[in-house]
């Protein structure tokens, strides 16, 4: 099974690329939360906001950051950019007409990114506090660093990213649809940043 050598970010296209919900604070949070629910309602997405989905994904990410810095990691943000390991079509489908920014392997730092398989939210096993399905696997509650791909996929496989034939209920079943990869600085994206805020 051949390793991927870029990683995927998506994004909505009627916004910027790497914009993360906990980098946002007060009205504005829940503004662009509300934004987001409607979307939901009005077009073809099937992608779940709201208080307890921003919860969960600060716990995540608190738990994240903690274990990334226990494996010696040196995280510059409090939340990540988020990545695909390669690109993956169930991920494209949870939404309509989403956008996407490729970024080879080789321009993350190690010492700034971090690997979940699957993603973070899966990984790192919170759901349960909020009524989402215990499933857990080996590699569950667990970060690996950018050099441990190999050995990662090597012992587990790439998740086939298939595109689901509902997404309705997708939080509440358990998928193991990507390799999920973090980066904690905004240094080896900034240029890709500032050209689509332009």
């Given amino acids: 099974m051949e390793l991927p050598d870029f990683v995927?970010?998506?994004?909505l296209s009627d916004r910027a690329p790497f914009l993360n919900l906990s980098d946002?604070?007060?009205?504005r949070l829940w503004e662009v939360v509300g934004e987001l629910m409607e979307m939901r309602r009005s077009t073809p997405s099937a992608r779940v906001f709201g208080r307890p989905y921003v919860e969960l994904r600060r716990l995540t990410e608190e738990r994240l950051?903690?274990?990334?810095?226990?494996r010696g990691g040196r995280p510059e943000r409090s939340a990540p950019h988020y990545f695909c390991l390669g690109s993956c079509a169930w991920f494209k489908g949870?939404?309509?007409g989403l956008e996407e920014v490729v970024v080879p392997l080789s321009a993350l730092p190690s010492e700034a990114t971090s690997v979940t398989l699957p993603d973070s939210v899966?990984?790192?096993g919170l759901g349960v506090r909020?009524?989402?399905p215990d499933d857990s696997r080996p590699y569950h509650g667990r970060v690996f660093l950018l050099e441990e791909l190999p050995e990662l996929v090597a012992e587990y496989g790439l998740p086939s990213g298939e595109v689901d034939d509902f997404y309705e209920g997708y939080e509440s079943r358990p998928f193991e649809k990507y390799i999920e990869v973090q980066l904690w600085s905004d240094e080896p994206i900034?240029?890709?940043?500032?050209?689509?805020?332009?």
Avoid: N, P, V
């Avoid at 995927?8 to 994004?11: E, G, K, L, R």
């Avoid at 950051?65 to 226990?70: G, K, N, S, V």
């Fill in 94 to 96: 949870l939404y309509g």
């Fill in 130 to 132: 909020f009524g989402l």
């Fill in 8 to 11: 995927t970010h998506y994004h």
């Fill in 190 to 198: 900034a240029s890709l940043r500032l050209a689509s805020s332009a």
């Fill in 24 to 27: 946002l604070e007060g009205d």
């Fill in 65 to 70: 950051r903690e274990l990334f810095i226990a």
């Fill in 122 to 124: 899966t990984a790192m």
